[in-house]
């Protein structure tokens, strides 16, 4: 559907990650794996990066939804395993893979370097966490999931989902010297005042560009 809005065809995707099997992160597959299964498809050819609970979690899900398109897809889908600090290359992007060690489902988070040197920390839906501050300090953008304005948890109540704070999200950035913080994972209750006060309470506790996005907005760095 949001493929379909920005006239975009999810066959230009060369690369996926899936950093766990919540419902909110692992159904964005099921399209996907129906756009690979059409004959038009060719040689084409995706990487998937998951871990080895999240594919098997991929294929019951497609043992009980769509197991005709999965066999169809599996052709078109590169499928690799990662584990904790494991490093592939794609297309000249160093991306290095690392485990959260969540206490909610298994949960993995990455590094991207590019060519050119930028590097970018996605830290999956979880706060930072100690254990793998080396491997993502010093960015030039951090993605940090910020579920709801710190003015607001008692209201969407981020903690005990394991999520955090925009003030949170702000600190963290500050304190692995990050150029540039993306948020997302965003509660969708104040869409309409997201950017502005969002943006109000992470300049509080960050000096460097902060990307409030809506759905569709696009971030050049
Ligand atoms: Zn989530």
Redesign the pocket.
Known sequence: MQFHKVKKDPLELRTIFITHY?S??ILGIVPIVRALSKKEVGTHKVNLFCSKVVKEAVDSLFHLVARRHYAEAKKHLNLVIVGDRDVHKVDGWKLQFFDVKSNNSPQMGCVITFPDGTKLSFLG?EPLREHYTDLVKDCDVLIHNAFCLDTEQKIFEPHPKNHSTMKEAAENAAKINAKKLVVF?TEDKTLDTRKKRYLKEGKGHFSGEIFVPLDLDWFRF
């Open positions: 919540d909110d992160h839906d994972h």
